[in-house]
């Protein structure tokens, strides 16, 4: 009785193994979706960017950038030319990240931390999540726009 129990293990262990390795998928086969969704360099599509695609240069946004700066409070979390225990430094982000990476990133901080890997892989580095601050499409225009001045 013990050997057929033991036999009976062992083909279902091996039962099991065979179901486990499934050949990879070949040229011929598509792979399974992981379900996660693609990202690309201007971060999940999926996360509103207000129309930003671009740089822009016009002096009025950035002044106007340059206020909400200081009035929305990013400077008390980001410094330009250095990193803060609480936040990367700024003064390069517009050479390093798109316009559209950077609007989501300001407009919707907790989608890009829930969705973005570059947002993830930033935040490893400090202690709590970028803060909501409510920035409207209008509003990361202008930032986006005095980050990029800062970059050049």
């Excluded at 106007?64 to 990013?74: D, I, N």
Aim: proline fraction near 8%.
């Amino acid at each position: 009785m013990n050997r057929i129990i033991t036999t009976v293990g062992v083909l279902f262990a091996l039962l099991l193994l065979v179901m486990a390795c499934e050949a990879p998928p070949t040229d011929d086969e598509p792979a399974e979706e992981s379900g996660e969704a693609e990202v690309s360099e201007d971060g999940p599509a999926g996360i509103d960017h207000g129309g930003i695609d671009s740089f822009s240069d016009d002096p009025a946004l950035i002044e106007k950038g340059e206020e909400l700066y200081s009035a929305k409070g990013c400077a008390a979390c980001h410094q330009m030319d250095r990193d803060t225990p609480t936040g990367p430094a700024l003064g390069e982000v517009a050479n390093k990240r798109t316009a559209p990476w950077l609007a989501r990133q300001i407009m919707h901080p907790n989608e890009m931390q829930q969705q973005d890997p570059t947002t993830q892989e930033i935040q490893a580095d400090f202690p709590a999540p970028m803060t909501n601050l409510g920035v409207t499409a209008e509003e990361a225009e202008a930032i986006i726009a005095y980050l990029a001045a800062e970059a050049n």
